[in-house]
C-alpha cells in the first residue's frame, strides 16, 4: 500500500490505444457494444464495462477509485453535488417507518431533510447533543436504523469521538454515515473507527478552487451496491467533467491541505486574544472543548475557524463589509480565502432556538482560510474588526 500522496496522484484511469499519461476528457452520454451478446452481458452484470454515462463513466471512476483508497473504504460513487450525497447516503438506505439518530450540529440542508424532506416518506429523526453522547443511549428506538453525524461539524467545528460513536453503533446495529467534508480524507479516515459510509461535498476542500459541484458516498461494498441501484434509477449523476476535475483535484489535496491547516491555524492564534471576539474556535487550539480529540483523530486542525464577534448581527455585518480580500460566499474548501454568516445565510432556515442549540450565535462568523499569505490574510481580518468597532 502506497502512501495517501502517492496513491492520489499515481491511482489513474486505464490508459486508451492513444496512451496518454493524464486521463482523458469521457464527454459521451453512452458507450458502444461490439455485440448483442455483449450487451446483454453487461446489463446483466455478467460482464463489467461502461454502458451509460447515468451509471458510470471513466472519469468519475477514477476519482472513486482514488479517493475510496484515500478513505480505506472498499466502494463508492459519485454525485452531481454534496447534497446529492447526503440525500442518497440515507434514502438508498431507509424505508418508510425507519428511524435517523443525527448528531445536532449539522449544516443546514442535512437539517430540511432530516426535518422536512424525510417526513414526507415516513422516516422520522431524533437530535442527539454532542456535548451529552452518554444521552445517545435512550434516543435509541426499536425502528432506529442509521446515525448520521458530521465531524467536525458545520459550521461550529464541534468534535465527535470517532472510535465512540462506532462502537456505539456496532452495538446498536446502526447503519453509521459520516459526513467528512471538512477534515477531508487526508486529515480523517472515518472509516477506520467503524463508519459504514463515508460522504463529502467535493464541492468544498476536494476540488478545491471553487471550480465544480460533486458529491462522494463511500463504504462498506454491499451498502453502496443499494446506494447504486438508488442512484442508477433517480439520476444524481456527476458529469464527466466534474468528476475529470475532481480527480485531478485529488493529486494535490495533500499539499493543499498542509497549507490550509498551516494557514488557519496561524490566523486561530493571532485572534485568540482579541478583544473585538468573544470566542475563536479551531480544532487545534487548546482552547477548543475537545482539543484532546481533534488530535486523537486528525492529522491537522482543518482549514476552518470561526470568529465570534463581540455586537452580534449588526457588528457581523459591518465587519464583512469592511473586508477588501476576502470573498464573501457561501463556498468554503477554496484556494481563496471566504467569509460567511451562518445565522442569515446558510442556517438561516434554523430558528433561532435551533441555531443556539448548535452553538450557532448572531455574531459567528466561519472563516474558510485560503492559501493566500497568511500574513494577508491576518491584515485583511484585522483592518475589518478595527474598521467595524
Not at 461502461?50 to 472519469?59: G, K, L, V
Amino acid at each position: 500500500m502506497s502512501h495517501f500522496e502517492t496513491d492520489a496522484i499515481r491511482i489513474n484511469a486505464s490508459k486508451s490505444n492513444q496512451r496518454e499519461h493524464s486521463a482523458p476528457l469521457y464527454l459521451t452520454s453512452s458507450f458502444t457494444f461490439d455485440s448483442a451478446e455483449e450487451a446483454r452481458a453487461m446489463f446483466a452484470e455478467e460482464i463489467q464495462g461502461n454502458i451509460y454515462s447515468r451509471y458510470a463513466n471513466p472519469n468519475s471512476s477514477e476519482l472513486i477509485d482514488k479517493v475510496c483508497a484515500a478513505e480505506g473504504t472498499e466502494d463508492g460513487i459519485a454525485t452531481a453535488s454534496g447534497m446529492a450525497a447526503m440525500f442518497g447516503s440515507m434514502a438508498a438506505l431507509l424505508q418508510q417507518g425507519d428511524h435517523i439518530l443525527a448528531s445536532r450540529s449539522l449544516f443546514g440542508s442535512t437539517h430540511q431533510l432530516l426535518t422536512r424532506v424525510f417526513p414526507k416518506w415516513g422516516i422520522s429523526s431524533t437530535y442527539g447533543d454532542i456535548s451529552d453522547i452518554s444521552n445517545w443511549e435512550k434516543l435509541v428506538q426499536p425502528n432506529t436504523k442509521m446515525l448520521f453525524i458530521e465531524t467536525p461539524s458545520n459550521p461550529g467545528l464541534e468534535i465527535i469521538d470517532l472510535e465512540w460513536v462506532g462502537q456505539f453503533a456496532a452495538a446498536h446495529n446502526l447503519i453509521l454515515v459520516v459526513d467528512n467534508c471538512f477534515a477531508t480524507p487526508y486529515l480523517q479516515q472515518p472509516a477506520k473507527w467503524g463508519a459504514h459510509i463515508v460522504t463529502h461535498s467535493a464541492t468544498k476542500f476536494i476540488d478545491g478552487q471553487g471550480r465544480v459541484l460533486g458529491g462522494l458516498i463511500l463504504g462498506k461494498k454491499e451498502l453502496i451496491q443499494e446506494v447504486q441501484f438508488f442512484a442508477r434509477h433517480t439520476g444524481p449523476s456527476i458529469s464527466p467533467f466534474n468528476a475529470w476535475i475532481l480527480a485531478k483535484s485529488m493529486e494535490t489535496l495533500a499539499v493543499r491541505m498542509d497549507r490550509h491547516c498551516e494557514n488557519a491555524l496561524a490566523v486561530a492564534k493571532y485572534f485568540q486574544d482579541s478583544t473585538d471576539l468573544d470566542f475563536v474556535k479551531y480544532p487545534f487550539l487548546k482552547s477548543h472543548p475537545q482539543y484532546d480529540l481533534a488530535k486523537k483523530q486528525m492529522k491537522h486542525g482543518g482549514g476552518i475557524i470561526t470568529l465570534t464577534l463581540k455586537g452580534g448581527i449588526s457588528r457581523a455585518q459591518k465587519f464583512i463589509d469592511q473586508l477588501q480580500m476576502i470573498s464573501v460566499t457561501a463556498n468554503l474548501g477554496d484556494s481563496r480565502s471566504i467569509i460567511t454568516h451562518p445565522a442569515s445565510t446558510t442556517h438561516s432556515k434554523l430558528t433561532e432556538e435551533e441555531r443556539e442549540k448548535v452553538g450557532i450565535s448572531d455574531g459567528l462568523i466561519r472563516l474558510s482560510v485560503g492559501l493566500e499569505h497568511q500574513e494577508d490574510i491576518i491584515k485583511d481580518v484585522e483592518r475589518a474588526l478595527e474598521k467595524s468597532r
